[in-house]
């Protein structure tokens, strides 16, 4: 499988706390996304961060990037109980296709 | 602008049987795909197109076939249902690949008995 790999596949914290999930992939990259998947529901876009970039922000989200290790991290600060869903990592290799990670799922308790 | 619509949301088929799910994107997109995605599981990638007219294989395309005779539309076919296609399937656009962020649609359930 080409799939990128997430870790861990379930975190569960408590409201107000950070979480952090990490993706890693095998090939070169153009670009990485992060997306986040609400139960039973599409896709959202979260993030983008490119091959040439280390970190960036929006809002409580903070991604980093390390294409010498291949690997993101994904991190939520101040977390709430609405940041609970599924958090797929989706990178776009040497082929320009899109591929997904296996995905991670945050709990966030109130 | 509507994004990107599928229909129907909800499907219940025979083994054997043939249907059509429906994309379609309002936004002049050159590039949409068709994932599906199974419990527990990302999404991997079926079909893709980068333009009418133009389709290729992802990583699963066995049982599935597409077309891409205008912009706005991009329907995938199932030939003969299996229980193994019960799914949902997303379909998304992007207005490039590699530029900008990727529009997914809201999903459709499908069973196969």
């Known amino acids: 499988s080409q799939q990128g790999e997430e870790d861990p596949q379930a975190l569960s914290i408590q409201e107000g706390e950070n979480a952090t999930m990490n993706c890693s992939y095998k090939t070169s990259i153009n670009n990485l996304q992060w997306y986040r998947q609400n139960s039973g529901r599409g896709l959202v876009h979260l993030i983008l961060i490119r091959s040439n970039e280390r970190e960036k922000h929006s809002g409580r989200l903070r991604v980093t990037l390390d294409t010498s290790k291949k690997s993101s991290s994904l991190l939520i600060t101040a977390s709430r109980a609405a940041d609970t869903a599924s958090y797929f990592c989706?990178?776009?290799?040497?082929?320009?296709?899109?591929?997904f990670g296996s995905g991670t799922q945050l709990t966030v308790l109130p | 602008n509507a994004g990107v619509t599928q229909t129907p949301k909800f499907q219940v088929l025979k083994t054997g049987q043939s249907m059509t799910l429906q994309c379609a994107q309002d936004m002049n997109h050159e590039y949409m795909s068709w994932y599906r995605q199974d419990p527990g599981m990302g999404l991997r990638l079926i079909h893709y197109?980068?333009?009418?007219?133009?389709?290729d294989q992802g990583e699963v395309p066995n049982g599935y076939n597409v077309s891409r005779s205008t912009t706005e539309d991009f329907p995938l076919r199932l030939l003969s249902a299996a229980p193994s296609q019960t799914s949902v399937y997303f379909c998304a656009s992007l207005l490039e690949r590699g530029v900008g962020t990727q529009y997914f649609g809201p999903g459709t359930r499908l069973l196969v008995l």
């Open positions: 989706v990178f776009e290799g040497s082929a320009r296709q899109l591929t």
């Open positions: 197109s980068v333009g009418a007219g133009i389709t």
